[in-house]
């Protein structure tokens, strides 16, 4: 009896199951991004937001929760029911945060499960439209002609654009000033009025200042060119071998979430980058659309986290 008894609760678990994976999602779906509203992690997720809400019929909907590093919006999501109804949306800052601060009130590694990342937005450097230095090779010769007299802004200490232009430095073995502001706006705007040298950003936060004529590119990480902006290099075909950051969007989902939501999740996210809307809206913020299944995110997170470690270590930084 006690073994139809168990065959029985079996049958209802897979039967629960099923029905999970045929009917989900059921209810609004909340995706915490966990930085203000009007980041690049910000729009691009509720771009995507409004696709799946399109392809599913059910409500995406995005909620910002801000503040220390992302982590706070991190551990409201760490600590939700493991159902698929609330997910959280970072960028490559994920994979920096064990190297900000000394102790993650949650584990980096197994709290949240990868789902997909998507929209691929390669990490620019940046000058004034006037600036003197009309190639990579220019700001590099002039940094390292006179160490630390090339100054680069950011918004703050321990920030991606930081540990990129750490990562640049150690690249080309020069050595460069580093002029933490509050946000990434204001360092655009230290870099417009002439304060700062250059900026290294991800390509959706300064694209409208370059299409303005505001400023000017030198080079863009990736392997190859963007569409939106054939005239600009690569880091390597400006010289720089050894430099390679992209940033993406992605989303994650708590650990214990079923295996069929997440697949459900990645199925919907492929298939909304697979249409020319985000297609289109990607090329437009010269950023690359694509896709990364959980397995692939997983493994790029790791590597990604190895490789911060890295600058990390070779960069004058204290952790929080």
């Excluded at 204001?186 to 505001?214: N, R, Y």
Aim: no cysteine.
């Amino acid at each position: 009896m006690k073994f139809l008894a168990a065959l029985a609760g079996a049958g209802l678990l897979v039967a629960a199951t099923l029905a999970h994976a045929q009917t989900y999602p059921s209810k609004p779906v909340k995706i915490i991004v966990p930085y203000p509203p009007g980041g690049a992690v910000d729009v691009v997720t509720r771009k995507m937001a409004a696709q799946l809400q399109a392809q599913t019929g059910q409500t995406f909907f995005v909620e910002n929760k801000a503040g220390a590093t992302g982590t706070i919006g991190i551990m409201s999501v760490v600590h939700a029911p493991a159902d698929g109804y609330t997910l959280v949306a970072n960028d490559t800052t994920y994979a920096l945060l064990p190297h900000i601060f000394k102790k993650l009130p949650f584990d980096h590694q197994k709290d949240l499960l990868p789902v997909s990342a998507f929209v691929f937005a390669p990490m620019a450097l940046v000058v004034k439209a006037d600036s003197d230095k009309k190639t990579l090779g220019d700001l590099v010769a002039a940094a390292k002609a006179k160490p630390e007299s090339v100054t680069y802004g950011t918004g703050g200490a321990g920030t991606t654009p930081h540990f990129a232009s750490e990562a640049l430095g150690i690249a080309t073995g020069a050595k460069f000033m580093h002029v933490p502001f509050k946000g990434a706006g204001e360092a655009t705007l230290a870099l417009l009025s002439g304060t700062i040298d250059f900026q290294i950003a991800s390509t959706p936060g300064i694209i409208g200042q370059v299409k303005g004529g505001k400023a000017r590119l030198l080079a863009v990480s990736g392997d190859q060119r963007l569409p939106a902006l054939p005239d600009v290099p690569t880091f390597a075909q400006a010289g720089v071998k050894d430099f390679n950051v992209v940033n993406f969007t992605g989303l994650w989902a708590p650990k214990g979430t079923p295996a069929d939501v997440v697949a459900r999740l990645q199925k919907e996210i492929a298939t909304a980058m697979a249409t020319p809307e985000m297609k289109s809206y990607a090329e437009g913020i010269a950023a690359l659309p694509g896709y990364w299944d959980a397995a692939a995110f997983g493994k790029e997170l790791t590597a990604r986290t190895a490789y911060w470690g890295k600058i990390a270590a070779n960069t004058a930084f204290e952790r929080q």
